[in-house]
């Protein structure tokens, strides 16, 4: 670690703790599909019994975060503190009863520590989660993770959680995500030289992704019953997911709901309920869910058939949906908000395969003839493409007319004819590609594509995969494969990039210029895997910031890793950014 001084001292990693901290809940993030703007905070308040000479410190003490927005903490901790509901509880043991002023303590900090964060969070639309707090040192540490509320608006969290649920139940699965990163932070912090070894003892991102799903199923159950048992819910409907029937898959709903709650109709009543733990039964009785009919159950057992009254209010929370979407397949929804997908045990935020702006924005990029009308129509073929039972692939060319010509001898060509919805599931349930131009014109179907292999193509994807990678990269006219997998993988080829804030970009690019040697790299980490979208004065700008950071004088033994010069990227122009 490096030698610099830390005046804010709490203890020697505090500086390695929280950066490993940080890296793992943005990989959770990106795990779940979720944007990976998060940054990681430490609030350390002197213990009542410590002469440390300062009472509040904050990691990093030079960073975004004042010291000031900490003013008159302790004091708040001593409110907190005297007043705690838990001075007037009286435990049975001994032991609970000698640890009862450490959890008043812990917990008095805490909420001193979140409403100190509250003008903040406001100010800058981010929301701050603030982790269990444990003491290290003369100091109690309270590791606080903050996302822009931005990601909030793209990933919907539930409206409420009743106050009764707020302990277990999570309003979302990025929510039960950092309660499940901010969990290892606070073990860690019990280990000794937290921060020191942290890449060995903690949790690598898709385990607690995995352990977020299966804390943030608890909430239907909690929200639905009066005495729920905590169940596996998410390894229970994995499990039924994966079974087939007599070799069909189980496609179908179930409702989780009380069987006695006045919006439920059943169509047939079990007389003895089915238990959760009898996956091949459930999966039997799922078979019988056919359209607008699904399986009531609660999270221990099934009730029979039925469905929820169309006078049902789904803002009351009261009744949830899993939609079995195909094989192994299926996805949480609260009305029609939904909230969790998962696929082969992996789960994920629910959303399009990918983003509607930037998929419109690189097909005009890419056929500068096309219409935004053009763009549309193809978008709303692939969301079709997506849901069909099996793989398939559409092509879009700029010479799709003399390629239909071309390959007549390797599929079938037909007239002219824009293809619909209704064609489209017509023509893709037979082997081989269909053809369009970027119009959205069909020139021919089944069609078997060529093309040498080249860098792109992987061995471990499918034949189809690969065959439009060979096609879509060869030398020539402007081409695009769209290609869903029969294990529902979509892919876009070439690649599509994303869209980049302008604003962002400058915000990293000042934070930059304005960073010293100590605290430079999580601004130049960001601009680094964002190269392809800074323009040329900005790469000049950036590059004065490197020249000025490797002339600085650093101490004999740290490991200085330099920066690689930036250059506009030939490709780049503004419609890669957004605002």
């Keep these: 670690m490096s030698g610099k001084g830390i005046y804010l001292f709490m203890w020697g990693y505090q500086g390695s703790y929280r950066i490993h901290t940080q890296i793992l809940v943005r990989n959770v993030l990106e795990s779940l599909g979720a944007p990976e703007d998060a940054e990681v905070l430490l609030v350390g308040a002197r213990s009542p019994d410590s002469n440390s000479h300062n009472p509040v410190c904050i990691e990093p003490e030079d960073g975004k975060w004042k010291l000031s927005l900490f003013e008159g903490l302790l004091d708040s901790i001593e409110s907190n503190y005297q007043n705690h509901d838990m001075q007037n509880v009286f435990y049975g043991d001994e032991a609970s009863m000698r640890d009862k002023p450490e959890w008043i303590r812990r917990d008095s900090v805490r909420k001193a520590v979140e409403k100190s964060l509250k003008a903040y969070d406001s100010q800058n639309d981010v929301a701050s989660f603030c982790g269990e707090v444990r003491r290290l040192n003369g100091y109690y540490v309270t590791p606080i993770i903050q996302i822009p509320n931005t990601t909030f608006q793209k990933f919907p969290p539930l409206p409420f959680i009743k106050q009764e649920l707020k302990r277990n139940g999570h ?259 037979i082997d081989g590609t269909i053809l369009l131009d970027p119009a959205g014109y069909c020139y021919a179907i089944g069609i078997i594509l060529d093309g040498e292999a080249n860098e792109q193509c992987a061995p471990s994807r499918g034949s189809r995969y690969n065959s439009g990678v060979r096609y879509v990269q060869s030398n020539g006219p402007k081409r695009l494969a769209i290609v869903v997998s029969d294990d529902k993988t979509v892919d876009i080829i070439p690649r599509f990039r994303k869209l980049v804030s302008r604003s962002k970009i400058e915000k990293y690019i000042s934070t930059f210029e304005a960073a010293i040697l100590d605290n430079y790299h999580d601004s130049r980490n960001w601009l680094d895997n964002h190269r392809f979208y800074i323009n040329s004065e900005q790469c000049a700008r950036i590059n004065r910031t490197i020249d000025h950071i490797n002339a600085l004088p650093k101490e004999v033994g740290v490991i200085h890793i330099c920066t690689e010069q930036f250059e506009a990227h030939p490709e780049m122009n503004e419609s890669y950014l957004t605002d």
Excluded at 220 to 246: K, R
Excluded at 366 to 380: A, E, N, Q, Y
């Design 171 to 429: 309003r979302s699965l990025i929510h039960a995500a950092m309660h499940a990163v901010l969990h290892e932070a606070t073990e860690e912090l019990h280990n000794p030289d937290p921060g020191r070894n942290t890449f060995h003892s903690t949790r690598n991102a898709e385990e607690i992704v995995r352990i977020a799903a299966k804390n943030f199923m608890h909430t239907p159950g909690l929200a639905i019953e009066q005495g729920y048992m905590f169940s596996d819910l998410f390894t229970s409907l994995n499990l039924v997911s994966s079974l087939m029937y007599e070799g069909t898959k189980g496609i179908g709903q179930l409702i989780l709901v009380d069987p006695d709650n006045d919006a439920v109709e059943f169509l047939v009543r079990f007389d003895e309920p089915i238990p959760f733990r009898e996956p091949r039964w459930v999966r039997k009785v799922l078979q019988m869910a056919t359209s607008g009919v699904g399986i009531i159950a609660n999270s221990q057992h099934i009730y029979g058939l039925g469905q929820l009254k169309e006078s049902h209010d789904s803002s009351a929370q009261d009744a949830f949906t899993i939609a079995f979407i195909d094989h192994y397949h299926w996805e949480l929804r609260c009305g029609e908000q939904a909230l969790l997908r998962s696929h082969y045990a992996e789960p994920k935020l629910p959303q399009e395969p990918f983003d509607k702006i930037a998929f419109l924005a690189n097909y005009a990029r890419l056929f500068p003839l096309s219409t935004r009308k053009d763009g549309m129509h193809l978008w709303d073929l692939m969301l079709i493409q997506v849901r069909q039972d099996y793989g398939s692939m559409i092509v879009v060319a700029e010479d799709a007319k003399n390629e239909a010509q071309r390959l007549s001898k390797q599929g079938t060509r037909i007239k002219p004819t824009r293809l619909t919805g209704q064609l489209l599931r017509s023509v893709s349930c």
